[in-house]
C-alpha cells in the first residue's frame, strides 16, 4: 500500500479520539469479557440502544461464570427488544467454550479467540486490541468507510471479499503502541465524523491525509452495491384468554428467526386457504372462540423480512392444548418486540 503519511495519520487520530471520545461504560475497563459483551451487543444496534442493556447485563452477569450458568429464558429476557437473540446464545455459548477449554481465560490471540462460537474476525480484533492491546484490526461497516475515503479504495464493500482488502491495510496503518485508541478511533471517526451522508470533513481531525477529501468528493465512497429484496409476510396474531385468566402462548422453534422465543400464536396469510385464520387457530389449538376484539395493525422489519401483523384478543373455554399462562408468568417470558407491544397494548 502506497500511504505517504502513515505516521502522522495514526498520531493525529489516536490524538482525537483520546480527546474527544464518547463517555460509554465499556471504556471503563479492559475486562476482555466485559468488551466482549459490549461488541456483540454493538453489531447491528445503535450505541444509545446498547447502554442500559449492556449496564443491566453487568448488573446481573458481571463474571464470565454466572453468564455460563444462567438459564437460558433468563438470558434472553436480559436481551428481549434489542434483536438478533442469536448474539445472546452465542455469546453464553463462548462464554462457556472460554471456561472448559481456557481456564476462564479469554484468549489473547486471533488464532484462539476465533474458534470461540460466535466470534467473527471483526470481534476477535475488537476484543484483542481493545482489551489486550495487540495489532490486530477489527474492521467494521465504519472502518470501511473510512478507509474507502481516506485511501480512495473503490472495491464495493457490500461483498464479502472486499473485506480483506480493509483488514490489510488496517494492518498496515495501526498504531503498534496504541492499538486500542487507534482501532476505536477509526470506528469513532465513522459514527460522528465520516458519516455515510453529508460527512463533517471540516471536523475531521485527519482531512489532510484523506485522499478523498483532497479529491473533493469524499460523498461518492464507499462504493456499496444494493441489499437483497425484502420479503413480506402477513400474520393474524391472537392473544387467547381462557376464562380462567390463562393466555395461550407458543416458544419459537431452536433454530432460526428469533429462536426459542415466546410469541402469542401467528397465523400466516394464505391466499389459497379454505378456512378464516381464526378457523385455523380454533382447529389448532382445540379452542373454542366466545368472543373477539381487535387489538391493533403494525409492521415490524427484520433485516431482511417484514411482519405485518394484525392482532386480536380472543375470549376462550380452557384448553388443554397449549401452553397456558397467567399474565405474572408472561411477565417472565423472553418476547419478541412485536410480541412485546401487542402485550403493552392489552394491559
Known amino acids: 500500500m502506497n500511504y505517504p503519511y502513515v505516521a502522522e495519520f495514526r498520531r493525529a487520530l489516536v490524538e482525537w479520539f483520546e480527546s474527544e471520545k464518547r463517555d460509554l461504560p465499556w471504556r471503563h475497563t479492559k475486562d476482555p469479557y466485559k468488551i466482549w459483551v459490549s461488541e456483540v ?3 447491528q444496534t445503535r450505541v444509545d440502544t446498547v447502554i442500559p442493556y449492556y449496564n443491566r447485563f453487568m448488573e446481573s452477569f458481571p463474571t464470565l461464570e454466572l453468564l455460563a450458568e444462567a438459564p437460558q429464558e433468563y438470558l434472553l429476557k436480559h436481551w428481549e427488544g434489542l434483536g438478533y437473540y442469536s448474539r445472546a446464545r452465542n455469546l453464553q455459548a463462548g462464554v462457556r467454550e472460554v471456561l472448559e477449554n481456557y481456564g476462564g481465560i479469554v484468549p489473547d490471540n486471533r488464532h484462539e479467540i476465533s474458534k470461540l462460537k460466535g466470534v467473527g474476525p471483526y470481534t476477535a480484533g475488537a476484543i484483542l486490541s481493545i482489551a489486550y492491546n495487540k495489532p490486530e484490526h477489527a474492521v467494521d461497516g465504519n472502518v470501511m468507510r473510512v478507509l474507502s475515503r481516506v485511501l480512495e479504495i473503490h472495491e464495493d464493500i457490500a461483498l464479502p471479499k472486499t473485506k480483506k482488502i480493509f483488514e490489510a491495510a488496517v494492518e498496515e496503518l495501526i498504531d503498534p503502541e496504541h492499538t486500542s485508541s487507534f482501532n476505536q478511533g477509526l470506528m469513532e471517526l465513522g459514527a460522528l465524523i465520516c458519516t455515510p451522508t453529508s460527512p463533517k470533513c471540516l471536523l475531521c481531525p485527519v482531512r489532510e491525509y484523506c485522499k478523498a477529501f483532497n479529491g473533493g468528493e469524499p460523498e461518492k465512497l464507499p462504493v456499496k452495491s444494493k441489499k437483497v429484496k425484502m420479503k413480506h409476510l402477513s400474520y393474524d396474531v391472537f392473544v387467547c384468554e381462557d376464562t380462567e385468566g390463562r393466555i395461550l ?9 428469533l429462536a426459542n422465543m415466546w410469541q402469542f400464536p401467528m397465523i400466516e396469510h394464505d391466499e389459497e386457504a379454505t378456512l378464516t385464520t381464526q378457523a385455523i387457530f380454533e382447529a389448532n389449538y382445540h379452542v373454542h372462540v366466545n ?7 403494525f409492521k415490524h422489519v427484520f433485516s431482511h423480512l417484514t411482519w405485518q ?3 386480536y384478543h380472543l375470549q376462550s373455554e380452557p384448553s388443554q392444548c397449549g401452553h397456558w399462562f397467567t399474565r405474572e408468568q408472561i411477565e417472565m417470558l423472553p418476547m419478541p418486540v412485536p410480541m412485546l407491544k401487542i402485550w403493552e397494548t392489552l394491559k
Open 41 to 43: 451487543m454493538l453489531q
Open 249 to 257: 402462548m407458543e416458544q419459537r422453534p431452536e433454530k432460526g428467526l
Open 291 to 297: 368472543k373477539q376484539q381487535e387489538l391493533m395493525k
Open 309 to 311: 401483523l394484525n392482532s
